[in-house]
C-alpha cells in the first residue's frame, strides 16, 4: 500500500493562539511542537489515534507562502494540506504519474524526509495533498527554534481521537483516483441524500477521509470538517447532522466545522 497514515490536516490561519480554546479547552489536544521560520510560523497538536492538526501561520518573510495563501481568503482561516505517510515516495510519484497527476514541489534530495504534493487544481479535491516518505516523527523531534504552546495545556488528560477528514467535491471519480488508486486507500461506499454521493477512505493508521459529491456542489470544493470522538461531553454547541451524528456551525478560528457522535 503506498500510504500507510493519514498524518495530519494543515490549517492555514493569521494567528494560532485563538484556535486553543477549541483544539486545547474542547478537544484536549497536546502540543507536539512549534517553530517560528521565515516561510511559516508552524506548530502541531496531538490527538489520539496518531493524528495531529497543524497550524500554519505566516512567517516573517514577506513572501511567505501562508501569507499569499490567507490573502486569497481576505484572511480568514482555513484548511491548507493533508498529509499521507507514504512507504515508498518513488512509487507514489509514479502512480501519480500513470494516472495523468504530475506532483509538484518534489524534494527527494534528503533520505530523513522526501516529500512531494499534489495540486488541488489537478485532483478536483479542493485541497493541496501532500506525501512524505520519512524515518521522522516530526512529534518526537526537538526543534532547535522550539515555541511553546500559546494556550495552556492539559497534558494530565486524554486528547480526542481525530477520526475522519470530511470534504466536499463535484465527482467522486477525481477523489477516488487519488485516495484509492495513487495513495491505496480503501473505499467504502456510504449512504448520502438525494443528490449527493458519498464515500469512506481508510488507511492502516491515522483518520479516514470522507467525500461528498454533488455535481452543482454549493461553494468550493475543499474540506468542510473534521470528525471528533471526544473522551467526554464536547462543550461546543451541537445540532443533528445525521443519524448518530452532531455538528458544530462554522468555528471562524479553525475555518471549518466538528462532527461528533449524539
Known sequence: MPAYSLDHIAIAMPDWAPAGPVLADAL??????????????????????????????????????????????????????????????????????RHGIEPILVNTANDLWMEAFLHPRDTGLGFL??????????????????????????????????????????ALDAGRTVLRDILGGTEEPLDAEPGWQAARFTWPQGADVILAARPDLPGRPGVRSIGIRPRGDLDLPASPVAPGFSETGHLPDLGLSLIVPS
Not at 63 to 73: A, H, K
Request: one cysteine or more.
Open 28 to 97: 484536549g489536544g497536546h502540543w507536539g511542537h512549534g517553530a517560528h521560520l521565515p516561510h511559516m510560523n508552524v506548530c502541531q497538536v496531538l490527538y489520539g489515534n496518531d493524528m495531529r492538526i497543524e497550524l500554519l501561520a505566516p512567517g516573517s518573510a514577506p513572501d511567505s507562502f501562508v501569507r499569499r495563501f490567507l490573502e486569497q481568503s481576505g484572511w480568514a482561516s482555513r484548511p491548507h494540506h493533508v498529509m499521507f505517510k507514504v512507504t515508498d515516495i518513488q512509487a507514489t510519484l509514479a502512480a501519480a504519474s
Open 129 to 170: 495533498i501532500q506525501f512524505v516518505e520519512s524515518p521522522i516523527n516530526p512529534s518526537d523531534a526537538n526543534s532547535v527554534n522550539g515555541v511553546p504552546a500559546p494556550w495552556i495545556t492539559r497534558e494530565d488528560e486524554p486528547p480526542a481521537d481525530v477520526t475522519f477528514v470530511l470534504a466536499q467535491v463535484t
